[in-house]
């Protein structure tokens, strides 16, 4: 027979309060596997696996709702789920190394520490690219009414059409690329910006010119986004492109 726990054995192993499990158990977000015989409820493996990808949606900022709707999904996706997970707690550890370094170096150097210094240094303490993924992931599992438009679009389209409107992305800031040593907030750049967003609008989601900020951000903050951009149209697309996205944004 499969080992159970009641309510307080996972509290004490989770650090979770009984009530707050219980109120879980009320909106059908963590439900007990089963009852004993005088009512109380028990958790198998089964839940307590259900409990460790509600905790790390929370991680997320994810609300309730929303996980359980994604937990319950026939599409879920646990491994990509884990992936990004991994990936969100892998940039937070490097986030906090980077903030442990910064504070031994500024004690053993004390006040001659900022001396030495030009200007204080605070790239310890930017969180960008961590907020930036972050919004991927909740992006990702829906959370957004982007998000939503842009998969009942891709449901609709043939696949040809979704390669052939990455091919047309590609050409667009393969035009950035041709022009980043020009002023961003020439009438060429702009004029490409527009295009951008009524390109993306649409062919994926609603580009309001609030999403179009986080993308540019998101399009010079490293790793993926940056290099497919950079590769399109030549080293420094990607920053010109967010910097030409700014202006545009901004005025």
């Not at 951008?196 to 010079?220: D, N, P, Q, W």
């Amino acid at each position: 027979m499969e080992k159970t726990m009641t309510v307080h054995d996972v509290s004490r192993l989770t650090g979770i309060s009984i009530r707050t499990l219980q109120y879980y158990d009320r909106i059908g977000l963590f439900p007990p596997s089963n009852y004993s015989g005088a009512g109380y409820r028990l958790y198998d493996e089964e839940c307590l696996a259900r409990l460790q990808m509600i905790l790390l949606f929370r991680e997320l900022e994810f609300p309730l709702k929303d996980i359980k709707t994604i937990l319950d999904s026939p599409d879920f996706d646990r491994n990509r789920a884990l992936e990004q997970q991994i990936r969100l707690l892998e940039m937070k550890k490097e986030h906090t190394e980077n903030l442990i370094l910064l504070a031994r170096g500024m004690k053993l150097m004390g006040v001659e520490y900022m001396k030495n210094k030009q200007k204080a240094d605070f790239k310890a303490f930017d969180t960008a690219k961590i907020d930036e993924y972050a919004a991927q992931a909740k992006a990702f599992w829906g959370n957004t009414p982007q998000w939503k438009e842009y998969e009942q679009k891709r449901k609709e389209a043939k696949e040809d059409l979704n390669a052939a409107g990455e091919r047309m992305m590609e050409e667009i800031f393969g035009e950035f690329g041709r022009i980043k040593e020009k002023d961003p907030a020439s009438e060429e750049a702009q004029a490409l910006v527009e295009k951008l967003r009524s390109f993306i609008t649409e062919h994926f989601y609603t580009c309001t010119k609030e999403v179009l900020s986080g993308l540019g951000k998101m399009y010079a903050g490293g790793g993926e986004f940056t290099a497919n951009i950079d590769a399109a149209g030549g080293e420094g697309t990607a920053v010109f492109a967010h910097r030409a996205i700014e202006v545009y944004c901004n005025g």
